[in-house]
Nanobody, 127 residues
């Protein structure tokens, strides 16, 4: 069983930055691919970014490419999402997710791939 706890959300002006963190309670954190998804009111949960478990290859949604960066610290069992140049349309609840041995963009971009989810953290970007 993996428990994920997100933090770092908040209110920020357009053009600002935030860094989200997701702490995992699991012994073998390095064996998990980690992803970030977001869900705005009235919308489906959508893929934002992911990092494969062994290669560390990163994947991004086109809407955030060049602005967001996913990273991880296996010693701290934590994955991060650095968000720069934030836009009002980035407003959403952000969720982290974990998938054991996940590696491909096709699978890591899909919600159904992930076995574990956090409770989410709200990000609000004002114009």
């Amino acid at each position: 069983q993996v428990q994920l706890v997100e933090s770092g959300g908040g209110l920020v002006q357009a053009g600002g930055s935030l860094r989200l963190s997701c702490a995992a309670s699991v012994r073998t954190f390095s064996n998990y691919a980690m992803g970030w998804f977001r869900q705005a009111p009235g919308n489906e949960r959508e893929f934002v970014a992911a990092m494969a478990w062994s290669t560390g290859i990163t994947y991004y949604a086109d809407s955030v490419k060049g602005r967001f960066t996913i990273s991880r610290d296996n010693a701290k069992n934590t994955v991060y999402l650095r968000m720069n140049s934030l836009k009002p349309e980035d407003t959403a609840v952000y969720y982290c997710a974990a998938d054991l041995y996940g590696s491909t963009r096709l699978l890591l971009g899909q919600r159904g791939t992930y076995d574990y989810w956090g409770q989410g953290t709200q990000v609000t970007v004002s114009s």
